[in-house]
């Protein structure tokens, strides 16, 4: 069979240029979707990304501001030993006991409280008895000896 080159011109490719056409057009189109689609998941990507760094950030922060508390909280424990130890050697001992009272009853003297509030041995009642209600105030709050 011979193909007859002079018929061409006659021939009606509209139809299967349309369809052509129309075939890309809708590769196009397709293109284009799958190109949104990319970029979209690009974003979530990056998104995704910049939300685990700063988690990471965060995170670190967190964790060095935790170190800086546990840290002053462990020096704070120790101060609160060191003066519960103070406190329980005070009250423990009589000696230590009078040894502040007599203390007190310096500082008031020097401070001339004593003058004319406390004649003779009224300060002295007046500090053991201060004295005492510090001792059952403390046992109240837990601090026992």
Avoid: P
Avoid at 40 to 68: F, I
Wanted: net charge negative; with cysteine; glycine share 4%.
């Amino acid at each position: 069979m011979n193909f007859d080159y002079n018929n061409i011109a006659k021939l009606n490719l509209n139809t299967t240029c349309n369809l052509m056409n129309s075939i890309q057009h809708e590769q196009q189109e397709n293109l284009k979707v799958v190109e949104q689609m990319h970029e979209e998941r690009r974003k979530k990507e990056a998104q995704n990304l910049q939300a685990t760094l700063e988690t990471a950030e965060n995170t670190a922060e967190m964790k060095g501001d935790l170190k800086e508390v546990i840290h002053n909280q462990n020096d704070y424990i120790k101060l609160l030993k060191r003066q519960n130890e103070i406190l329980k050697n005070i009250f423990v001992s009589e000696e230590d006991g009078v040894a502040v009272q007599k203390e007190i009853m310096k500082i008031m003297q020097e401070q001339g409280v004593s003058d004319d509030t406390f004649k003779d041995k009224g300060l002295d009642v007046v500090i053991q008895s201060a004295f005492l209600a510090i001792q059952v105030w403390l046992k109240s709050k837990g601090i026992d000896f």
